[in-house]
Antibody, heavy 122, light 107 residues
Framework: QLQLQESGAGLVRPSQTLSLTCAVS??????????WSWIRQSPERGLEWIGY???????FYNPSLKSRVTISIDMSKNQFSLNLTSVTAADTAVYYC??????????????WGQGVLVTVSS | DIQMTQSPSSLSASVGDRVTITCRAS??????LNWYQQKPGKAPKVLIH???NLQSGVPSRFSGSGSGTDFTLTISSLQPEDFATYSC?????????FGPGTKVDIK
């Protein structure tokens, strides 16, 4: 059974960089042609898709965050990562890593990691 | 970006009730629509994908319908474990976007 687990700093200072890693177990990150996404959730913004990465390294980011986001993949470690620069309090949220499951052209998010709360505060 | 709206934003219902939640997209998304259930402190879980396809392991009391811009999630007989927040999400285009959620609580 595929499982995803986020890790990283839970407290980030304003203007610094938020860095998270998602470890994938129970399957290969390079198998099946799936993309791997980061999604965040806050009371103010609800669920917000941040972007995805393919095993090839190709990425697509939400235009609202594109200037500050980098998502990368490390197939040797079976994990992918998120970097978000110049954070502010508005970036405080629970961050989830997810697989973009699919059937043909249809896509949905499954499974999800348990989520990690990241607070931006001095 | 495709905007997703849901109605109602919350509802109160009793065990055994039939519950219907509506999701609307700002443009035609065919059947590229997914439904998720989220309980407090937990990650969302997919219930329905591609508008009407029940995810493996999800009880058959959940069903989805619709195409184009208007979609519906129905719970045929609400169970105690169904009290949660339900969100729709479009996969027609990037960026992927979610509805604001509908909270179902106990009457």
């Amino acid at each position: 059974q595929l499982q995803l687990q986020e890790s990283g700093a839970g407290l980030v200072r304003p203007s610094q960089t938020l860095s998270l890693t998602c470890a994938v177990s129970g399957g290969s990150i390079d198998g099946g042609g799936y993309s791997w996404s980061w999604i965040r959730q806050s009371p103010e913004r609800g669920l917000e898709w941040i972007g995805y990465v393919y095993p090839s390294g190709n990425t697509f980011y939400n235009p609202s965050l594109k200037s500050r986001v980098t998502i990368s993949i490390d197939m040797s470690k079976n994990q992918f990562s998120l970097n978000l620069t110049s954070v502010t309090a508005a970036d405080t949220a629970v961050y989830y890593c997810v697989r973009d499951d699919m059937n043909g052209l249809m896509h949905w998010f499954d499974p999800w990691g348990q989520g990690v709360l990241v607070t931006v505060s001095s | 970006d495709i905007q997703m709206t849901q109605s109602p934003s919350s509802l109160s219902a009793s065990v055994g009730d039939r519950v219907t939640i509506t999701c609307r997209a700002s443009q035609d998304i065919s059947t590229y629509l997914n439904w998720y259930q989220q309980k407090p402190g937990k990650a969302p879980k997919v219930l329905i994908h591609s508008a009407s396809n029940l995810q493996s392991g999800v009880p058959s009391r959940f069903s989805g319908s619709g195409s184009g811009t208007d979609f519906t999630l129905t719970i045929s007989s609400l169970q105690p474990e169904d009290f949660a927040t339900y969100s729709c999400q479009q996969s027609y285009s990037v960026p992927r976007t979610f509805g604001p959620g509908t909270k179902v609580d106990i009457k």
